[in-house]
C-alpha cells in the first residue's frame, strides 16, 4: 500500500473512532421526574388535581405502608405529598375525608404573614411603620414610648418585648412590657393584631380582604372561625396543600404574582439574630440554633434533623403541618390531633415522621 492509501486509511480511523466515541456519549440518560417535570397547579373552580405515582418518581413503595401505620398511631387525620404539584400521597385517617375541614391552629400564621405582605405591596401598610400608626395608641398597656417601639415587622417575628406568660388574651390590659422591642424573641398571641392593621388600613375586614387577595386566588376554601381570643383558619387538606404550593414557588400561582418574591424571601429566611430558625410567621430548618415557644433557652442544631436543611415549614397546635421543600420541590400537609403530648409548634414527632417520609422518598 502506497503512501497516499495509508493516510486514508488512517483518516478514516481516526473518523470512526471518533463517531462512535459521540454516539456513545450521547446516549439518552436517565432522568429523573422531579427536575424535569413542569410545575403544576389545580384548577381553582375544580376538584381535579394530577397525580403522580410513587413509582413513576422511583421513590420506595415499599417503605409507604410503614409511614401511613405511623400517621395513624399518631392521632392523623390526614397527610399529602405533593411533588411539582401533583399529588403522590393523599390518605385520611379516623373517619376524616377529602371533603373534612379541621383546624390550621398556628400553622395560620402564615397565612397572616403572606397576606400582610400583599397588604404592604398594595400601598396600605409598611412592616417597618410602628403598630400604633394604623390602630392607635393605647394597643398595649406599655408606657406609650415603648409601645411606638413596636414595628408591624416586630409582629411578623416576634419580637414584639411583650410579656409572652400572660396567655393568649390581646386586650390592652394583658399586652404588658417585657423588654424593648427587638430586643427579646418570644411567641406570643399578638402578631394577631397584624389582621387588625390589614383591616383598618385597607378598610375592609379581615376576613373580606383574605378571602379576595388570597383564598379566591388559588382555589382554596375554609373559613376563619373565632376561638376564644384567636382566629383560627379551617379548612379542607387540598386547601392547605394549595397554600403550601403557593409557598413553594415563592408566591406565585401559575404564572400570577400573588405576593412579592422579594417579601417572600424574607418570610423564609432568618427575620432577626435571635431565633436564627424563624423568619415571618415561618419555622425554617437548616440552621445552627433554634427557639422554643414559651422559653428563653437557645437550643444548638437544625429544628428537624431529618428533615431536608432547606425547608422552611407553618407549624401548628396538636402537629398541623405544612413542610415545604424547595430543592425537592415537595409539598407535605398533616392534620390530626396531637401525635403525642399537646404541643403549640414543634415535637418530637416532626423528626421521627421526617424519618419515616425519608425512607418513601429517598
Same mark, same amino acid.
Given at each position: 500500500?502506497?503512501?497516499?492509501?495509508?493516510?486514508?486509511?488512517?483518516?478514516?480511523?481516526?473518523?470512526?473512532?471518533?463517531?462512535?466515541?459521540?454516539?456513545?456519549?450521547?446516549?439518552?440518560?436517565?432522568?429523573?421526574?422531579?427536575?424535569?417535570?413542569?410545575?403544576?397547579?389545580?384548577?381553582?373552580?375544580?376538584?381535579?388535581?394530577?397525580?403522580?405515582?410513587?413509582?413513576?418518581?422511583?421513590?420506595?413503595?415499599?417503605?409507604?405502608?410503614?409511614?401511613?401505620?405511623?400517621?395513624?398511631?399518631?392521632?392523623?387525620?390526614?397527610?399529602?405529598?405533593?411533588?411539582?404539584?401533583?399529588?403522590?400521597?393523599?390518605?385520611?385517617?379516623?373517619?376524616?375525608?377529602?371533603?373534612?375541614?379541621?383546624?390550621?391552629?398556628?400553622?395560620?400564621?402564615?397565612?397572616?404573614?403572606?397576606?400582610?405582605?400583599?397588604?404592604?405591596?398594595?400601598?396600605?401598610?409598611?412592616?417597618?411603620? %410602628?403598630?400604633?400608626?394604623?390602630?392607635?395608641?393605647?394597643?398595649?398597656?406599655?408606657?406609650?414610648?415603648?409601645?411606638?417601639?413596636?414595628?408591624?415587622?416586630?409582629?411578623?417575628?416576634?419580637?414584639?418585648?411583650?410579656?409572652?406568660?400572660?396567655?393568649?388574651?390581646?386586650?390592652?390590659?394583658?399586652?404588658?412590657?417585657?423588654?424593648?422591642?427587638?430586643?427579646?424573641?418570644?411567641?406570643?398571641?399578638?402578631?394577631? %393584631?397584624?389582621?387588625?392593621?390589614?383591616?383598618?388600613?385597607?378598610?375592609?375586614?379581615?376576613?373580606?380582604?383574605?378571602?379576595?387577595?388570597?383564598?379566591?386566588?388559588?382555589?382554596?376554601?375554609?373559613?376563619?372561625?373565632?376561638?376564644?381570643?384567636?382566629?383560627?383558619?379551617?379548612?379542607?387538606?387540598?386547601?392547605?396543600?394549595?397554600?403550601?404550593?403557593?409557598?413553594?414557588?415563592?408566591?406565585?400561582?401559575?404564572?400570577?404574582?400573588?405576593?412579592?418574591?422579594?417579601?417572600?424571601?424574607?418570610?423564609?429566611?432568618?427575620?432577626?439574630?435571635?431565633?436564627?430558625?424563624?423568619?415571618?410567621?415561618?419555622?425554617?430548618?437548616?440552621?445552627?440554633?433554634?427557639?422554643?415557644?414559651?422559653?428563653?433557652?437557645?437550643?444548638?442544631?437544625?429544628?428537624?434533623?431529618?428533615?431536608?436543611?432547606?425547608?422552611?415549614?407553618?407549624?401548628? %397546635?396538636?402537629?398541623? %403541618?405544612?413542610?415545604?421543600?424547595?430543592?425537592?420541590?415537595?409539598?407535605?400537609?398533616?392534620?390530626?390531633?396531637?401525635?403525642?403530648?399537646?404541643?403549640?409548634?414543634?415535637?418530637?414527632?416532626?423528626?421521627?415522621?421526617?424519618?419515616?417520609?425519608?425512607?418513601?422518598?429517598?
Amino acid at each position: 500500500m502506497n503512501l497516499k492509501n495509508l493516510l486514508s486509511a488512517f483518516i478514516v480511523s481516526i473518523v470512526f473512532v471518533s463517531c462512535s466515541s459521540d454516539d456513545s456519549a450521547e446516549q439518552p440518560q436517565p432522568q429523573n421526574p422531579e427536575t424535569t417535570e413542569s410545575m403544576y397547579f389545580p384548577p381553582s373552580n375544580s376538584n381535579d388535581w394530577e397525580t403522580k405515582s410513587i413509582s413513576n418518581l422511583g421513590w420506595n413503595q415499599s417503605k409507604v405502608q410503614d409511614l401511613l401505620n405511623y400517621l395513624q398511631t399518631k392521632n392523623s387525620k390526614s397527610f399529602m405529598i405533593l411533588q411539582n404539584g401533583r399529588i403522590v400521597m393523599e390518605n385520611y385517617f379516623d373517619s376524616h375525608t377529602s371533603t373534612s375541614t379541621w383546624y390550621w391552629a398556628s400553622a395560620g400564621k402564615t397565612l397572616t404573614s403572606t397576606v400582610t405582605g400583599i397588604a404592604e405591596q398594595e400601598g396600605f401598610i409598611n412592616i417597618n411603620n %410602628k403598630v400604633s400608626d394604623y390602630i392607635g395608641n393605647g394597643w398595649t398597656s406599655e408606657p406609650l414610648a415603648k409601645e411606638n417601639l413596636i414595628t408591624c415587622k416586630n409582629l411578623l417575628t416576634m419580637t414584639s418585648g411583650l410579656d409572652d406568660s400572660l396567655g393568649d388574651d390581646v386586650t390592652p390590659a394583658n399586652l404588658q412590657y417585657k423588654a424593648d422591642a427587638g430586643t427579646r424573641w418570644a411567641y406570643h398571641n399578638v402578631y394577631v %393584631k397584624l389582621q387588625d392593621v390589614v383591616s383598618q388600613a385597607t378598610g375592609k375586614s379581615w376576613s373580606e380582604y383574605f378571602n379576595v387577595k388570597l383564598r379566591d386566588k388559588i382555589g382554596m376554601t375554609g373559613s376563619w372561625v373565632q376561638s376564644g381570643d384567636n382566629s383560627v383558619y379551617w379548612s379542607t387538606t387540598r386547601s392547605m396543600a394549595r397554600f403550601g404550593l403557593l409557598a413553594l414557588n415563592n408566591g406565585n400561582w401559575n404564572g400570577s404574582q400573588i405576593i412579592n418574591t422579594n417579601y417572600f424571601t424574607n418570610a423564609t429566611s432568618t427575620s432577626q439574630n435571635i431565633n436564627l430558625s424563624y423568619g415571618y410567621l415561618w419555622w425554617l430548618n437548616g440552621k445552627t440554633s433554634y427557639h422554643m415557644p414559651q422559653s428563653q433557652l437557645q437550643f444548638p442544631g437544625k429544628l428537624i434533623p431529618n428533615a431536608p436543611d432547606d425547608m422552611y415549614c407553618a407549624l401548628g %397546635k396538636n402537629d398541623q %403541618k405544612i413542610y415545604v421543600v424547595p430543592s425537592r420541590k415537595i409539598v407535605i400537609i398533616r392534620m390530626g390531633n396531637a401525635a403525642d403530648n399537646v404541643n403549640l409548634a414543634l415535637s418530637d414527632f416532626d423528626d421521627v415522621l421526617w424519618q419515616k417520609i425519608n425512607a418513601v422518598i429517598n
